[in-house]
């Protein structure tokens, strides 16, 4: 199998295992889970067949037609940094979904859960496996969709719904930003390929001196930041705790939460190199850093302190990214870069941990725990080994990728001197005795000293091997990647930051460095940290104080007041535009119609009627047209509900027999078709209403009514005797575009199904739309009704 379709096999293939997963449930039944382990193994092979040519300094590429008249195409390219997503993506979905065979209560829906985690997986894998810029926002997006599902899980859970909504909104509209980002980008280069544009040099020194630089930079940083938590963006990853906490494990710690840091990355070598860039994302990465890591200190939910930690850790590697100078354009990408894989060991085995701990703790409330180290003895190993990797501490992997962050700030700092040269030191090191601060809080509060709260069960035990085994591995990795790091680096790292930078990356990494000045801010950094640790509890408190004293200055409060504004706002509206009554819409609807037609045709016209008019009617059509006169009287007189519809329903078979008559069998056929289902539908209903018109229509009422209709009436009969002469020029009849163009164009000989499927293709997308809103909605509103019974 040649490369680019193992890559695109690995994209696709999630998709297709879900739609069938269904099937496969009713096989397997709770052991389903195995079942989409099984698939993300497969993804995992396939991706890692592309391991060895990227180690290389390969890249694999290739496309299918997509949009071509958009230069749109499916097309894919795989580099060291995809493919280290990829591995990522799919290693720790292996391991989530594993893990969840356990975790999850076999009441569960767990062919849903599954479904969205397997789909979840696959748009992760389309999004860092994109070449074009258009094909990584869908499944960008996708990865919005399907993480809102898999945040409501618990769809009964008013905070889940909540989290999902919240989630959905921030990181959803930011990719929209994006998408603008991408359309400027667009007009610039005059391509959507974002391979095409790293590879071209003249093209990015063409962006960077572009009068679009700048807005276009600005939109995509926003829509990474959305996605990846950063600046005021942050507020929806806490409340996404509320999902399963594999779900966490997997959105929140190793792949979602990482799309905006991917983003960063690949346009690393584009934007790079300027004082925007510095600005923009290394000082966002550097507030997020230090405010995340400081209000991690409030929080009582151990679920709640990972994802500020979270949070903090990804602001990391943004500042790592944002570090740039026009001469040393990616100062701080290996060190991101190396972080980003330690942080996804890391962090998703601390996630599986809290579940462990809560799954037999029966809380996540760090304030009723402690002392667990004497029953859970191997996840209290495991869970340190993952803190304390977190904090820094050396052997294991987060020490190494901490020293390099620090040595990439203190050449920042160098290059742009003045206070600077001190400023950015201080602040990575502040950042990291947070860290370090609220590692040990995580490890102290729940395995450490005694037990705080005597509604814990009285006996706990280790989970299962199944539970027990993905954070053991992923501890594993933690402590293998730190004592010997090579590996990892040679395979992954260099690759990865190659693709980034475009140019061969050699690196050393090793425990051991001697006595430099990273190591003296680590050493500051241990120091720093257990002094704000001995005053964590104050700390905490203190943040509560202020925040009940000024609870509107927050980024969640200002949502709140945002959501729920428009809420009110858009309720407010609608009661002023949609009363209730159908009649205000049609009365406003023709006025519109008469004062756009009506108007102009008098302004302009010599004469309403045209003088040589062609007044013989065959006696076919006379009949007809008298036949759907008298069935319209029928409808404005009948006083019972059932003739009236008889009466429209005989408007519409008539109108079938003109299409007949007409040569328009297609029309006569769809009209017969359309009247029929309508009138069925017209009569399910009638049964259930009373069978005459009750409400009483005055004198005023009526005159309004017939002198709107009959000046409707007259002004469409002016239009269509006009329609060929007199005030409108005369044109030729567009059917004979249709069957000159259906088959060359369109490759179609059926001209009906032609002008709907291609001419007006976004015309019926847009239709089908609509319906299925609708039908949501009837769904909605029935299933809500069946629920409260």
Same mark, same amino acid.
């Not at 000082?283 to 302190?305: E, N, P, V």
């Not at 007041?561 to 009365?587: C, D, E, H, W």
């Not at 108007?599 to 309403?608: F, Q, R, S, W």
């Given at each position: ?19 069938? $997963?269904? *099937? ?143 989630? $959905? ?105 300027? /004082? ?18 400081? $209000? ?22 943004? *500042? ?76 294991? %992997? ?26 950015? =030191? ?30 814990? =069960? ?35 790292? /260099? ?55 000024? =609870? ?11 959501? %729920? ?22 009365? *406003? ?24 008019? %062609? ?6 059509? *006379? ?147 609509? $319906? ?18």
């Amino acid at each position: 199998m040649d490369l680019f379709t193992a890559i695109t096999l690995a994209v696709f293939l999630p998709f297709i295992m879900a739609a069938i $997963l269904p *099937a496969a449930e009713r096989v397997l039944k709770n052991r389903v889970g195995w079942y989409a382990a099984a698939v993300a193994l497969i993804c995992l092979l396939l991706v890692a067949q592309a391991l060895p040519a990227v180690v290389n300094g390969e890249t694999v590429t290739g496309s299918f037609p997509w949009i071509p008249s958009l230069q749109v195409e499916l097309s894919f390219y795989g580099d060291g940094l995809s493919v280290m997503f990829g591995l990522i993506v799919s290693g720790i979905g292996i391991l989530i979904m594993s893990y969840s065979n356990e975790y999850m209560s076999k009441r569960e829906d767990l062919s849903r859960y599954y479904r969205y985690l397997l789909m979840f997986m696959g748009s992760m894998l389309g999004m860092v496996f994109s070449s074009n810029a258009i094909q990584l926002f869908v499944f960008w997006e996708l990865t919005s969709i399907t993480s809102f599902m898999l945040i409501g899980y618990w769809r009964n859970r008013p905070m889940s719904v909540y989290g999902a909504t919240k989630s $959905l909104l921030v990181t959803a509209g930011g990719g929209i930003f994006m998408l603008a980002g991408f359309l400027l980008l667009g007009i610039i280069t005059g391509t959507f390929d974002i391979v095409t544009i790293l590879q071209n040099g003249s093209m990015i020194a063409l962006i960077k001196g572009h009068e679009l630089f700048l807005p276009a930079l600005v939109l995509i940083i926003i829509g990474a930041a959305a996605k990846s938590a950063q600046g005021p963006f942050y507020i929806w990853l806490p409340n996404a705790m509320e999902a399963p906490t594999p779900v966490s494990a997997f959105l929140h710690s190793a792949t979602m939460v990482k799309a905006g840091i991917y983003l960063v990355a690949r346009i690393h070598p584009i934007f790079s190199g300027t /004082e925007a860039w510095f600005v923009l994302v290394g000082g966002l990465g550097i507030i997020t850093m230090l405010a995340a890591g400081f $209000l991690a200190f409030r929080q009582t939910d151990i679920k709640g302190i990972l994802a500020y930690s979270t949070i903090s850790q990804l602001a990391y590697m943004m *500042a790592m990214y944002g570090y740039t100078s026009y001469q040393y354009p990616g100062i701080g990408v290996t060190a991101a870069t190396f972080h980003l894989l330690n942080h996804a060991t890391f962090k998703a085995c601390l996630f599986l941990v809290a579940g462990i701990v809560a799954h037999e703790t029966a809380t996540r409330d760090i304030t009723k725990m402690g002392g667990l180290r004497k029953e859970l003895p191997a996840t209290f190993i495991i869970g340190a080994i993952a803190a304390l990797s977190m904090a820094g501490v050396p052997p294991l %992997n987060g020490f190494l990728s901490k020293e390099m962050f620090y040595e990439s700030s203190l050449e920042m700092g160098h290059i742009l001197g003045g206070p600077f040269e001190y400023l950015i =030191p201080a602040a990575a090191v502040l950042g990291g005795a947070f860290t370090f601060a609220y590692s040990i809080r995580f490890i102290d509060g729940i395995f450490l000293g005694k037990r705080r709260s005597e509604h814990l =069960p009285k006996h706990m035990h280790e989970p299962t091997p199944v539970m027990l085994f993905p954070p053991a591995l992923l501890a594993a990795l933690v402590i293998l990647i730190g004592i010997f790091p090579s590996a990892a680096v040679h395979y992954i790292i /260099e690759p990865a930051a190659s693709g980034i930078l475009l140019e061969d990356v050699q690196l050393h990494v090793s425990l051991w460095h001697g006595f430099t000045a990273a190591l003296l801010m680590t050493i500051i950094t241990f120091i720093a940290g257990a002094a704000l640790y001995a005053r964590y509890g104050a700390i905490a408190a203190w943040q509560d104080r202020v925040s009940a004293r000024y =609870p509107a200055w927050s980024f969640n409060s200002l949502y709140d007041r945002i959501v %729920n504004g428009a809420s009110g706002k858009s309720t407010a509206f609608a009661k002023v535009m949609q009363p209730g009554p159908l009649s205000p819409y049609l009365i *406003a609807m023709l006025l519109i119609f008469l004062l756009l037609s009506a108007v102009p045709v008098i302004m302009i016209a010599g004469t309403l009627i045209p003088t040589e008019l %062609n007044l013989e009617v065959p006696m076919y059509e *006379a009949v007809l047209l008298g036949l759907i006169i008298l069935a319209s009287l029928g409808t404005a007189v009948l006083r019972k509900y059932l003739h009236a519809i008889i009466a429209v329903s005989a408007v519409g078979y008539l109108v079938s027999l003109v299409f007949i008559y007409l040569q328009a069998p297609d029309l006569a056929i769809t009209q017969l078709l359309v009247e029929t289902l309508a009138t069925i539908i017209f009569l399910l209903v009638i049964i259930k209403v009373p069978q005459t018109f009750r409400e009483k229509i005055t004198r005023s009422v009526l005159a309004r009514d017939l002198l709107i209709s009959s000046a409707v009436s007259i002004t469409v009969l002016i239009l269509l005797l006009n329609a060929s002469q007199g005030i409108v020029s005369p044109f030729e009849s567009l059917s004979y575009y249709f069957i000159e163009n259906s088959v060359p164009l369109a490759g179609g000989h059926n001209m009906v199904n032609v002008i709907l499927v291609d001419f007006r293709g976004y015309d019926t997308l847009g239709e089908i739309v609509v $319906l299925c809103l609708a039908g949501l909605g009837v769904y909605n509103l029935l299933k809500s009704r069946s629920d409260s019974k």
